[in-house]
């Protein structure tokens, strides 16, 4: 359990690792995490668990695909938006963007289904700081 404040800026400052979000909160099981989003991530889907996302700085598209058919939303700075469970999506970013992410403890990034993975992916389930 985190005992002080965690200033977002200072620990997006901290790295400059893409896709690799930091865990900055935990409350009940759930971590929120921030990330640094440029380029495109993978189709994926979490099954189980919805998954918030709130852009900090930037610009974020995310695409989604139900039933065969494809759409995105648009989210700029200040936007939330959550992909419902089960929903396959991908992140995408033109900018280098500022990203901050609610999901259950223990939730991999790639989802529990994903396509393949590539090498500027990190498929991990959120990096502690400090």
């Known amino acids: 359990m985190m005992t002080e404040p965690v200033n977002l800026q200072k ?12 865990i900055v909160a935990q409350f009940n099981d759930y971590d929120v995490r921030v990330a640094k989003f440029h380029g495109e991530y993978v189709w994926h889907a979490h099954q189980d668990t919805d998954e918030l996302f709130l852009v900090v700085a930037g610009r974020l598209v995310i695409h989604l695909r139900e039933n065969g058919v494809e ?5 700029q700075a200040g936007d939330t938006y959550v992909v419902p469970r089960g929903m396959e999506h991908k992140p995408v970013s033109d900018v280098e963007s500022h990203i901050l992410m609610v999901e ?17 992916v ?3 389930t959120g990096h502690h700081i400090g």
Do not use: K, Q, Y
């Open 11 to 22: 620990t997006l400052d901290s790295f400059t690792e893409l896709w690799s979000p930091r």
């Open 104 to 120: 259950p403890t223990g939730t991999l990034t790639v989802g529990d289904t994903h396509e393949e993975i590539p090498d500027h």
């Open 122 to 124: 990190d498929a991990t």
């Open 71 to 75: 759409r995105f939303v648009t989210l």
